[in-house]
T-cell receptor, first 113, second 114 residues
Framework: AQSVTQLDSQVPVFEEAPVELRCNYS??????LFWYVQYPNQGLQLLLK??????LVESINGFEAEFNKSQTSFHLRKPSVHISDTAEYFC???????????FGTGTSLTVIP | DAGVTQSPTHLIKTRGQQVTLRCSPK?????VSWYQQALGQGPQFIFQ???????QRGNFPDRFSGHQFPNYSSELNVNALLLGDSALYLC?????????????FGQGTRLTVV
């Protein structure tokens, strides 16, 4: 069985400050790891994913996440946030042999001007 | 490319009624998955369709059923609606080879049961 824990339900941060959104997972099988972003009244958009290889993955808009197998974590970071980063962020895992996602409960990131 | 399209965008139904939600996958995708996202929660997997058959199912009662058509589009049916079925229903399309091909999500259908 797989489960995902997002430790912070809400994260307020000032514009241009750094942010870290935490994600821990539990799985009895090998998994792939994902971060999705959801803007108000919209669906989910893939932010970044870890499938294999380098444990540090980056998105085109400055976010990065590091896969830590020993700590079963996949925390999302950004060194300097913008107002437009205000959204709900979901961490998800998928079994490497499957095509189904297990999501965390989400972290609401609010960037304060 | 229109991406994943879902209809309708919003829907209000009365408890006990039945509802059908529709999804057209991204061009080239052949697998459709449905998720339920209750308010303040993460999406939860309902089921997945490939080659017009249900391949995987999450922990949802039989009131939730689906269908996939030869053109890969899909329907989600919910019978005997309960107030607790109020949620955003998301459709995701992908290729059956696996998640190395990322899943694309639609905008969702907001179902309100009154």
């Amino acid at each position: 069985a797989q489960s995902v824990t997002q430790l912070d339900s809400q994260v307020p941060v000032f514009e241009e400050a750094p942010v870290e959104l935490r994600c821990n997972y539990s799985s009895s099988v090998s998994v792939y790891l994902f971060w999705y972003v959801q803007y108000p009244n919209q669906g989910l958009q893939l932010l970044l994913k870890y499938l294999s290889g380098s444990t540090l993955v980056e998105s085109i808009n400055g976010f990065e996440a590091e896969f830590n197998k020993s700590q079963t974590s996949f925390h999302l970071r950004k060194p300097s946030v913008h107002i437009s980063d205000t959204a709900e962020y979901f961490c998800a895992v998928s079994p490497s042999t499957g095509n189904q996602f297990y999501f965390g409960t989400g972290t609401s990131l609010t960037v304060i001007p | 490319d229109a991406g994943v399209t879902q209809s309708p965008t919003h829907l209000i139904k009365t408890r006990g009624q039945q509802v059908t939600l529709r999804c057209s996958p991204k061009s080239g995708h052949d697998t459709v998955s449905w998720y339920q996202q209750a308010l303040g929660q993460g999406p939860q997997f309902i089921f997945q369709y490939y080659e017009e058959e249900e391949r995987q199912r999450g922990n949802f009662p039989d009131r939730f059923s689906g269908h996939q058509f030869p053109n890969y589009s899909s329907e989600l049916n919910v019978n005997a609606l309960l107030l607790g079925d109020s949620a955003l229903y998301l459709c995701a399309s992908s290729l059956v080879e696996g998640v190395s091909t990322e899943a694309f999500f639609g905008q969702g259908t907001r179902l309100t049961v009154v």
